[in-house]
């Protein structure tokens, strides 16, 4: 029975016709249409990410920090110009700034210098400390000065991971150098140096204090910079989306990995760095005109550091000039930050004048 259905099943089908492939894409033309349709949405929102991404990677790159003004309007300081391996093993340079004679010993601070600046810029900036009786030791980070320049490196205004191995490296040979008590450590850094040197601090316990000048977190400033710039050239409303799906981040983050990859470093946040500091205390220091860097970013940096601080907007000053603007209150401040929180001889040492009502503010 079986043997006899099979043949006359199989001369059915010879007869039957084949189905055409127009009544095929007729009966699917709507599957079609939408596998075009989110082909076609693909292709759209690749390319305005690409558009976004290209032009973040530009800001990134292009967009300079505001410079320190007058770079020499201050006194070189007087020291033994050292060199000491960087922890690749090439030659970084530093001196130590010895206190004034007579002068107790208060510690020790490292000099963490703003960007295409040097190490001689401690003059302007920790002068007063050194009259105090601290001993600061100043460098070169890598690229400037008479540091070495890597072949593939090229310096930037934002702190990478190669200016946070150069500050622990200064601190290794400092060690090597110079009995550090329990006291630890102390770190005055301007700009980029003052970010490399929060980040150095979460990884290093030797570093017990830091005073930052005119710190920035790159991570919230390129997000800033995107909302400023990108909404010039956006066709679509970035600040709508924004508030949907915080799409800045997720621009910067493309970035980020592009920008990485590209330099052969990474870019770390000073602001997840701040927030594992909850025991370092640290005296923030801005300028009240600073445009670039903004003194409400440093108040959302100062907002989010645990612990122990304290913040001195300076009125009238621009990014890294209150040291200019009102030298005697930047003096008066950082010698009294350091001298509550790195006293190596406190029974040498005779306390200093109180600050002034309304230091930190």
């Known amino acids: 029975m079986a043997s006899a259905i099979l043949p006359a099943a199989i001369l ?9 492939a127009g009544s095929t894409l007729a009966d699917h033309w709507e599957l079609l249409a939408v596998i075009g349709i989110i082909i076609a949405t693909v292709i759209l929102v690749l390319s305005v990410l690409a558009r976004y991404v290209r032009l973040a990677v530009n800001l990134f ?14 006194t070189p300081p007087q020291g033994e110009p050292v060199t000491f391996p960087s922890r690749e093993g090439r030659s970084l340079r530093g001196m130590f700034i ?15 210098h703003e960007f295409d600046s040097d190490m001689m810029s401690a003059g302007r900036y920790a002068a007063e400390l050194v009259d105090a009786g601290y001993t600061v030791f100043t460098f070169d980070f890598r690229g400037h000065g008479g540091s070495f320049t890597p072949t593939h490196f090229e310096p930037r205004h934002w702190p990478s991971n190669h200016e946070v191995n150069d500050i622990l490296a200064a601190v290794a040979f400092v060690k090597s150098q110079r009995l550090v008590g329990p006291e630890g450590i102390g770190v005055l850094g301007v700009s980029r140096g003052a970010s490399a040197a929060v980040v150095a601090a979460a990884l290093n316990a030797d570093i017990r204090c830091l005073v930052v000048d005119g710190v920035f977190s790159t991570d919230l400033s390129i997000d800033e910079l995107l909302k400023r710039w990108v909404q010039l050239f956006a066709r679509v409303d970035l600040a709508r989306a924004d508030r949907r799906i915080h799409i800045y ?13 590209k330099g052969r470093c990474r870019f770390p946040s000073a602001r997840r760095a701040l927030s594992r500091l909850g025991s370092v205390p640290v005296l923030f220091i801005h300028g009240e005109r600073d445009t670039y860097i903004r003194p409400e970013w440093t108040r959302i ?6 612990g122990p601080k304290d913040l001195w907007i300076c009125p009238g000053a621009k990014h890294n000039q209150a040291v200019t603007v009102d030298p005697a209150g930047y003096a008066r401040r950082t010698v009294d930050f350091f001298s509550r929180h790195l006293v190596a001889q406190a029974a040498e040492a005779p306390p200093l004048p109180a600050a002034e009502p309304g230091a930190a503010t």
Do not use: H, I, Q, W
């Open 12 to 20: 059915a089908l010879e007869g039957a016709a084949p189905p055409s």
């Open 61 to 74: 790159l292009d967009t300079p920090l505001p410079l320190t003004a007058n770079l020499v309007d201050y």
């Open 98 to 112: 010895e206190r004034r004679p007579g002068t107790p010993d208060r510690g020790l601070v490292l000099f963490c």
């Open 249 to 261: 981040p997720f621009f910067r983050a493309l970035m980020m990995f592009y920008v990485e990859l």
């Open 301 to 306: 940096l100062f907002g989010l550091k645990p």
